[in-house]
């Protein structure tokens, strides 16, 4: 195989699909792996613009990414959203004879399906929160008036992270169903719901590469999901993450391999539809042990911002390894720094916001150490960098302690200008203050 050839290693073409701040902090620690390499990403952004070249291509252009793949013989791809993954892209590539990194579209079923996947938990006995599945609204409203509130309820498909719905009251779950049933807000994604047991403890996103059979962990991290400081306000994609995770210490990720993370492995692989690529389990730490929020088929938004930059050595290789077969071969080591990431997002976010504003103060704030910004939604225009996306960067600070992570990073956010910025102001705190 020729990416394996010495001769050729850290010369590789490689091709990103995505272009936000997981996608740059991928490209960013594969560049460095990869130093004499060319890059592409699908589409970028302006921070990838500059460490690639970036293609007028949406990640879900699953056939003109496989097209242009093949034209410009790209040695290795690396897929970081959900949707081209569930839509097919690792089948067209490998019809292709062209290396990715990713499941097809039937391992990818773990994440395009809640359905699929509650049914494989509880085939293979996989801790999840208890559940039934619904395709007819009344019949999921009796169900609700059965068991009363809280309860969640989600969507079956994609839905950009926005099927699930945490309710306390009854009347919540009826006006979720309303909307996911009835209103049909997210599509055929919507033609099923899964009706769960409310679960409560901590989170914990916990990414594991996957080679089919074996399985890396990568060191965890915790995600903020809503808008507002607090856990207050609406759900977003994602607004800062750090790792490592005090609460989650070696001793529970080791209870996690056996009990879920391997199980899930073997499920696929007894399924005939073995899973390669990033296993995600995000994770509620219950009394009773952990359980299964959900599974991702792909690297966390924003955790692989915090987690990337505490790697050491190479992931191209492990990715590469991974999609061989051979990833026994792979160790990771890691930093003992703390990280933490803060994203910048244009006011109005997750609801309605503007784009096209300038932003200053990058150049500076790229010189500093221990300080990394990795773009999600921006663009050049004219020569300057402007907002495209409602999350706008990720700063990212790492430090000896959360404390000190958690100053520099907030110091460097100051420096940050653009019209109606806004971002948290407590990511990392409760880690910072339990130091
Ligand atoms: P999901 O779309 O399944 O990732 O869920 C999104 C978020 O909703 C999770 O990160 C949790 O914060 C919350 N959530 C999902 N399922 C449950 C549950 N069974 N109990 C409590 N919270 C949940
Ligand atoms: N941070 C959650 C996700 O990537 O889905």
Redesign the pocket.
Known sequence: MIINDEEVRGAVKLLIVGGGGREHALLWKLAQDNPKGEHFSAPGNAGMSKLSQCLPLKAEDVLDIAEFASKEKIDFTIVGPEAPLVGGIVDEFKKRRLKIFGPDSQAALLEGS?VFAKFLMRDFGIP??S?EVFDDPRKARAYIDKVGA?I?V?ADGL?A??????CKTKEEAYQAIEEIMEQRMFGSAGDKVVI?????GE?ASFMLLSDGDYLLPLQPAQ?Y?RAYDNDEGP?TGGMGSYSPVPVFPPSLQEEVLERIAYPTIRAMQERGTPFVGVLYL?L?LTTEGP?V??Y?VRFGDPETQSVLPRMEGSLLDALIAAEEGRLREIEIRWREEKCLCVVIASGGYPGKYEIGKEISGLDEVEKLENIIVFHAGTKNVDGKVVTAGGRVLGVVGLGRTFREARKRTYEAIQMIKFDNIFYRRDIAQRVEEKE
């Open positions: 809640k999840t929160a559940f809280p969640v989600k839905c992270g926005k099927g699930s719905y945490v769960e047991e409310m679960l409560s989170e995600d999901k759900n995000g509620m359980k929020l959900e991702n």
